[in-house]
């Protein structure tokens, strides 16, 4: 599967797209967005499954990732940017209509694009703690070492390997090397950017936004989770939730499409025909 490129408001932004040749009839396209220190490459499991096959599903490496280009000042590298670029990539590509999907940072990004985009079909959302300020973060993660070099700029292959980890079940046999291949060649402003950024208050109020959301909302959680507080993603309560309960992948952690792509993409798939 070969990347395209769009260009975004000056930016250049390499993307996957399915292109299956049928898909059920009305049937929304489904936006990815990988998390942080990822790209494209995280989405394969789930592009080459009966998801990438049954519906158009696009991936867009995020600036500084995979074979996006980084952005010009370090001040790109925050939330709104973000959420700016993926509501333009959908206007570019004409699929504001779409099923949108995030990964841990592409979950806070679906999240802060989500009243930009009212003509999306629904969200959903995984590894993703929603956050008011930043005083929830201490709450809403997990104490992992991982979580520094997430949010360093230089990043060794052992401590990419650590991070690599974090995103698997504790003992969990899925091989890391592309993980950690994605992490080592990630744009290290990318993660400092981020982590002044949000240091800073300079993202949406998620609650706030959670609580005007009429548009359907899936929250999706590994069972065996390292980073995100299942507790603290229990305790949401919000018109918009999918099933009105958070929904569990059993046997996984941080990263289900990868560790448990069909069971994932079931489930997905099933969000994707209640609201389309």
Do not use: K
């Amino acid at each position: 599967m070969e990347h395209s490129i769009v260009t975004v408001d000056g930016q250049r932004v390499a993307y996957l797209d399915s292109s299956p040749a049928q898909a059920p009839a009305g049937a929304p396209p489904v936006v990815l967005v990988h998390g942080n220190s990822s790209s494209t490459r995280t989405w394969l499991p789930l592009l080459r499954s009966g998801l990438g096959s049954s519906f158009r599903c696009l991936a867009l490496d995020l600036p500084g990732h995979g074979g996006s280009e980084p952005v010009r000042d370090e001040a790109g590298y925050s939330l709104p940017r973000y959420a700016a670029l993926l509501t333009g990539f959908a206007r570019e590509l004409d699929v504001s209509g779409a099923v949108f999907v995030g990964w841990s940072l592409g979950g806070q990004i679906v999240l802060e694009a989500a009243p930009g985009l009212p003509d999306a079909r629904g969200f959903a959302v995984f590894g993703t703690a929603p956050i008011g300020t930043p005083a929830d973060m201490a709450e809403a993660f997990l104490p992992n070492p991982a979580m520094g070099a997430l949010f360093s700029d230089e990043v060794s292959e052992d401590e990419a390997r650590v991070v690599a980890a974090s995103f698997t079940a504790p003992g969990s046999p899925l091989d890391l090397s592309e993980f950690v291949e994605d992490i080592l060649a990630t744009d290290g402003a990318a993660r400092t950017g981020l982590a002044a950024s949000a240091g800073a208050g300079q993202f949406a109020d998620e609650f706030a936004i959670l609580s005007a959301l009429r548009l359907p909302l899936a929250v999706l959680h590994g069972a065996e989770e390292q980073l995100i507080n299942f507790d603290y993603l229990r305790g949401l309560d919000f018109p918009a939730l999918w099933r009105n309960a958070v929904q569990v992948v059993p046997g996984a952690g941080h990263a289900p499409h990868q560790e448990a792509p069909a069971r994932f993409a079931a489930l997905l798939t099933e969000f994707i025909l209640d609201v389309g």
